[in-house]
DNA sequence: GAATGTGTGTGACTCATGCATATAAACTAG
DNA sequence: CTAGTTTATATGCATGAGTCACACACATTC
């Protein structure tokens, strides 16, 4: 295919295509592990990567859930023994930690989550995956751009769940400066 | 990056993040066009693509719905007249069609769709690009057959929605043998 | 033409969520 | 130190998309 026009809309559909299906396999499989809505395993790794012990305003924030959404949510998960409230210093906030159950819970989705991005980069040569890698860093660095313009223009917009959400920290090399969200945020200003 | 494993968990997550956050930004911009529930942009850009005068009963296993689900779907599209529900040969069946506004609808959507994908190509070259699409036809064909294997292992599963939901055909080049999932589907035998 | 299969629609329910509100603790001022 | 405001959590009620179980209409076959 010459690089035409029609060959970089092909490209978009193709984008598309796959962008959904992958999406839709890793968040099936996903919330088979922890059946309680589609926000329960965001929640869950996310408490796991960086926010054990934070509150349920932190946590709304990541999931883009209102408070009270996420109030049912950690209600969910703590009926399941997954989570648990304990009281934080702050008196009137509450601090969410992770039980046993829940890390371990939190680390089947994660591995979970890998095996099924795996399955798709499989049929792919190692040098075509540190293509594909460079490739999609650079996207991930203009969306993210993109998301903050937005949110930056459309004042009152509806407030947008965390772009990184399942996101394994350490598979992504964030602490190596690896991981261009983190990066593209580092260089601008805010989250 | 060299190529190591850990190259690769890096690839996987960021294809993770990426797909996320496309298909994210996707079903949004896409949902707010026709704010009928997750499913109503899909059902239509279906009818509009390939399955104008369908049954409820094909419309359902497109969208992986039961049946119900889909007359209920088809109730809000008809009551914001978008589609039709006209009589078929087979007296108790019933032929869904797109009214004009419904086509039109269906469109807009799918230009949204297109707009979306480009913005998260726009940062890459010519040639990026096409080495991109080059790389994604692999991985839907490698995912489309994975999808396919699961199918007949796990008998009983729940229906799955279909692969290329709100594809653009002509975009895809499905008709000049261009499109990965159709090209995988012909070679083996079910959809 | 009776039995069985296929396609559609309906009533009752589930479940994750949002909105409005209540309550409680923490700051801030006088 | 008390009064008012802000911040954090929780709760009642509503909603919307979907499922399940069932009923009905038409078709097909023996």
């Given at each position: 295919m010459p690089r035409t026009t029609s060959s970089h809309r092909h490209a978009a559909n193709v984008l598309g295509a796959l962008s959904l299906v992958v999406a839709d396999r890793m968040n099936t499989a996903v919330e088979a592990i922890?059946?309680?809505?589609?926000?329960a395993p965001a929640a869950l790794v996310a408490m796991h990567e960086?926010?054990?012990?934070?509150?349920v305003t932190q946590l709304s924030s990541m999931l883009g859930l209102t408070h009270s959404g996420t109030v049912r949510l950690v209600d969910r998960l703590a009926a399941e023994g997954l989570v648990e409230r304990v009281g934080a210093q702050d008196g009137r906030a509450v601090s969410v930690v992770l039980t046993q159950r829940g890390r371990r819970t939190a680390a089947r989705i994660l591995q979970t989550r890998e095996k099924s991005l795996a399955s798709a980069l499989s049929a792919l040569s190692p040098d075509e995956i540190d293509n594909l890698a460079v490739t999609l860093d650079t996207m991930l660095a203009a969306v993210t751009l993109a998301r903050a313009e937005e949110r930056s223009v459309h004042t009152s917009d509806r407030p947008q769940p965390?772009?990184?959400?399942?996101?394994d920290f350490a598979a992504c090399g964030r602490s190596e400066g690896n991981c261009p969200v983190n990066n593209v945020v580092k260089t601008s200003n805010s989250s």
């Amino acid at each position: 295919m010459p690089r035409t026009t029609s060959s970089h809309r092909h490209a978009a559909n193709v984008l598309g295509a796959l962008s959904l299906v992958v999406a839709d396999r890793m968040n099936t499989a996903v919330e088979a592990i922890a059946a309680l809505g589609p926000s329960a395993p965001a929640a869950l790794v996310a408490m796991h990567e960086f926010l054990d012990g934070g509150s349920v305003t932190q946590l709304s924030s990541m999931l883009g859930l209102t408070h009270s959404g996420t109030v049912r949510l950690v209600d969910r998960l703590a009926a399941e023994g997954l989570v648990e409230r304990v009281g934080a210093q702050d008196g009137r906030a509450v601090s969410v930690v992770l039980t046993q159950r829940g890390r371990r819970t939190a680390a089947r989705i994660l591995q979970t989550r890998e095996k099924s991005l795996a399955s798709a980069l499989s049929a792919l040569s190692p040098d075509e995956i540190d293509n594909l890698a460079v490739t999609l860093d650079t996207m991930l660095a203009a969306v993210t751009l993109a998301r903050a313009e937005e949110r930056s223009v459309h004042t009152s917009d509806r407030p947008q769940p965390w772009l990184c959400r399942l996101c394994d920290f350490a598979a992504c090399g964030r602490s190596e400066g690896n991981c261009p969200v983190n990066n593209v945020v580092k260089t601008s200003n805010s989250s």
